[in-house]
T-cell receptor, first 114, second 113 residues
Framework: NAGVTQTPKFRVLKTGQSMTLLCAQDMNHEYMYWYRQDPGMGLRLIHYSVGEGTTAKGEVPDGYNVSRLKKQNFLLGLESAAPSQTSVYFC?????????????FGAGTRLSVL | RKEVEQDPGPFNVPEGATVAFNCTYSNSASQSFFWYRQDCRKEPKLLMSVYSSGNEDGRFTAQLNRASQYISLLIRDSKLSDSATYLCVVNTISSGSARQLTFGSGTQLTVLP
């Protein structure tokens, strides 16, 4: 059981380049989330999805887009990368109806924008 | 003011020591509370949920004071393997009525031999 899988694990971009981060979960979870983690800031929510075909903005959505075309996949796109987007990105998922709201995380993607 | 604030740390303690972490949250409507553990360069993983009556899991004890909006984690008889960053996490309802987690910035613990 793979759980939550993120690809790639590492990436270096030049300013202005675009890329897509892929998150895949095999637990049939309804909810999926994208976070970024920066030193001293904790995890901050970028975008989330409560089901296939739906997405919503989190705390820090600017500069990112997302898509949830399939229930098991949640894609995070950077159309024009900026150095401020250098961070560690975590994807998480949660089953619907989980009152305790426990989320399961992927291993993270380390992105550097030069 | 941050929604979830934690002791800045770092905490460096000898093996076998007892160590306590504190956390405060600002949203009085918060409903669920957790401690996550994050090892260096790894993803966060749930350590334990926090209940109003307090709860214990082996060497770990979590407590919640809703009136003071305060959460704590106590680690007894600390082990080298307890070295990690401990994240205080609060479940809130966002403006879109979706439940979200709000993370503290974490407290780093190093247990020394």
């Amino acid at each position: 059981n793979a759980g939550v899988t993120q690809t790639p694990k590492f990436r270096v971009l030049k300013t202005g380049q675009s890329m897509t981060l892929l998150c895949a979960q095999d637990m049939n979870h309804e909810y999926m989330y994208w976070y970024r983690q920066d030193p001293g800031m904790g995890l901050r929510l970028i975008h989330y999805s409560v089901g296939e075909g739906t997405t919503a903005k989190g705390e820090v959505p600017d500069g990112y887009n997302v898509s949830r075309l399939k229930k098991q996949n949640f894609l995070l796109g950077l159309e024009s990368a900026a150095p401020s987007q250098t961070s560690v990105y975590f994807c998480a998922s949660k089953p619907q109806g989980s009152e305790k709201n426990i989320q399961y995380f992927g291993a993270g993607t380390r992105l550097s924008v030069l | 003011r941050k929604e979830v604030e934690q002791d800045p740390g770092p905490f460096n303690v000898p093996e076998g020591a007892t160590v306590a972490f504190n956390c405060t949250y600002s949203n009085s409507a918060s409903q669920s509370f957790f401690w996550y553990r994050q090892d260096c360069r790894k993803e966060p993983k749930l350590l334990m949920s926090v209940y109003s009556s307090g709860n214990e899991d082996g060497r770990f004890t979590a407590q919640l004071n809703r009136a003071s909006q305060y959460i704590s984690l106590l680690i007894r008889d600390s082990k080298l393997s307890d070295s990690a960053t401990y994240l205080c996490v609060v479940n809130t309802i966002s403006s879109g009525s979706a439940r979200q987690l709000t993370f503290g910035s974490g407290t780093q613990l190093t247990v020394l031999p």
